[in-house]
């Protein structure tokens, strides 16, 4: 007879914590699950399922996602704290430091934009 695993409740919160910071992730790098899935090779329905926290990504899933939108695996296992925002800040700075001025300007603009909400 198989043996069922049967998630406690911090398992399966966790499961969705992780699922619901890989989808604001990937809405934050402006990809649907569609565009997701054509650049790491991960289903759409997997993909789906994991954000929705019914699938656990397995670790080799995790680091093609965390690649594909451009943020530090560990994006996924925590919410950003004081002690980590500067791992955060220092994990997008390549990529800022590759915007011309016009781009660099349109970011300042978002950040005050989302800073009014």
Do not use: W
């Not at 619901?20 to 990937?26: G, M």
């Not at 660099?104 to 009014?116: A, G, R, S």
Request: net charge negative; with cysteine.
């Amino acid at each position: 007879m198989n043996k069922v695993e049967i998630l406690d409740n911090e398992d399966e919160n966790n499961l969705k914590n992780v699922g619901s910071r890989i989808q604001k992730c990937r809405k934050a790098a402006g990809l649907t699950q569609r565009q997701l899935s054509d650049i790491t090779g991960i289903s759409e329905n997997h993909i789906s399922r994991i954000e929705q926290g019914y699938h656990n990504p397995r670790f080799d899933m995790v680091i093609q996602i965390a690649k594909a939108l451009n943020v530090p695996t560990d994006a996924f296992a925590k919410d950003l704290s004081d002690d980590n925002v500067d791992v955060f800040l220092e994990s997008i700075r390549p990529n800022i430091e590759k915007l011309n001025v016009k781009q660099l300007e349109y970011l300042k603009k978002n950040i005050e934009l989302l800073l009014e909400l």
